[in-house]
């Protein structure tokens, strides 16, 4: 019924940048919160950014002052901004969405996730 479609993963070099997008599509009646979690491997996965319909932002520790989360109501699309990228940030990143169906139900849905590697 609702599908999340992430893109713009990818290697790339310690202190650089990369821009996540997050495309809902399907039988959408409202998105409340989106959100981007990530897991390393041999790690669990772990909130690194969510953000409500309304706008209000809340990060991990651990990006906070490195990346910037947005979304586009519009287009049913949440993005991440990530700056200043450490090794240590390199997981798959998967995208989430608290979404309402024009059926009147209540989804929690996933992405299938994108990789991003940091690496020299």
């Known amino acids: 019924q609702v599908q999340l479609v992430e893109s713009g993963g990818g290697l790339v070099q310690p202190g650089g940048s990369l821009r996540l997008s997050c495309a809902a599509s399907?039988?959408?009646?409202?998105?409340?919160?989106m959100g981007w979690y990530r897991q390393a491997p041999g790690k669990q996965r772990e909130l690194v950014a969510s953000?409500?319909?309304?706008?209000?932002?809340n990060y991990a520790d651990s990006v906070k002052g490195r990346f910037t989360i947005s979304r586009d109501n519009a287009k049913n699309t949440v993005y991440l901004q990530m700056n200043s990228l450490k090794p240590e940030d390199t997981a798959v990143f998967y995208c989430?969405?608290?979404?309402?169906?024009?059926?009147?139900?209540?989804?929690?849905?996933w992405g299938r996730g994108t990789l991003v590697t940091v690496s020299s």
């Open positions: 399907g039988s959408i009646f409202s998105i409340n919160a």
């Open positions: 953000i409500t319909s309304d706008g209000s932002a």
């Open positions: 989430n969405a608290m979404v309402v169906t024009t059926g009147a139900r209540a989804l929690d849905v």
